[in-house]
């Protein structure tokens, strides 16, 4: 049985790459682009205290890696809007992929701010699945120890 302490999974709120104002708010994130949105003051903030995903267990018991990045949105109450969740940059492992779009409909957060207000965001969130007892990928700084320091 996996449990959450032994599995690795880190998502991070990495930017807000697509604004929308409430007013241009849509139920499935895929409004059309325009000359009026704007970037929030206060970006979303995660309240999960666990992250909700669950490595796939027969890649767990493989040990395999992998980092999914997930486009959601996120509308004026900090809620994600399921329907629009998408994978932006896939794992190139469909369960990496299909586990990230899954543990997605569990994340809450604050809502973006512009001038005070809530309002929807479209941002891009990294998941990133590292099984405990494997070497970091290829490329991969994110889980280096730091050297032990010398007294």
Same mark, same amino acid.
């Given at each position: 049985?996996?449990?959450?302490?032994?599995?690795?999974?880190?998502?991070?709120?990495?930017?807000?790459?697509?604004?929308?104002?409430?007013? &241009?708010?849509?139920?499935? !994130?895929?409004?059309?682009?325009?000359? +009026?949105?704007? =970037?929030?003051?206060?970006? %979303?903030?995660?309240?999960?205290?666990?992250?909700?995903?669950?490595?796939?267990?027969?890649?767990?018991?493989?040990?395999?890696?992998?980092?999914?990045?997930?486009?959601?949105?996120?509308?004026?109450?900090?809620?994600?809007?399921?329907?629009?969740?998408?994978?932006?940059?896939?794992?190139?492992?469909?369960?990496?992929? &299909?586990?990230?779009?899954? !543990?997605?409909?569990?994340?809450?957060? +604050?809502?973006? =701010?512009?001038?005070?207000? %809530?309002?929807?965001?479209?941002?891009?969130?990294?998941?990133?699945?590292?099984?405990?007892?494997?070497?970091?990928?290829?490329?991969?700084?994110?889980?280096?120890?730091?050297?032990?320091?010398?007294?």
């Amino acid at each position: 049985m996996i449990n959450r302490s032994t599995t690795r999974f880190i998502g991070i709120l990495c930017c807000a790459a697509c604004a929308k104002s409430s007013s &241009s708010d849509n139920a499935n !994130g895929s409004g059309s682009s325009s000359s +009026t949105e704007t =970037k929030p003051d206060a970006l %979303p903030g995660i309240l999960n205290k666990d992250l909700p995903f669950r490595y796939p267990p027969a890649l767990y018991a493989e040990k395999a890696q992998g980092d999914v990045t997930l486009r959601l949105y996120i509308d004026t109450t900090g809620s994600v809007v399921n329907d629009s969740t998408h994978v932006a940059e896939s794992s190139k492992v469909a369960a990496f992929d &299909s586990a990230a779009i899954k !543990g997605a409909r569990e994340l809450r957060f +604050t809502p973006a =701010k512009l001038h005070g207000a %809530p309002i929807a965001v479209s941002i891009l969130f990294p998941v990133f699945f590292r099984h405990p007892e494997a070497a970091p990928p290829p490329g991969d700084t994110m889980f280096k120890k730091k050297p032990a320091l010398k007294k």
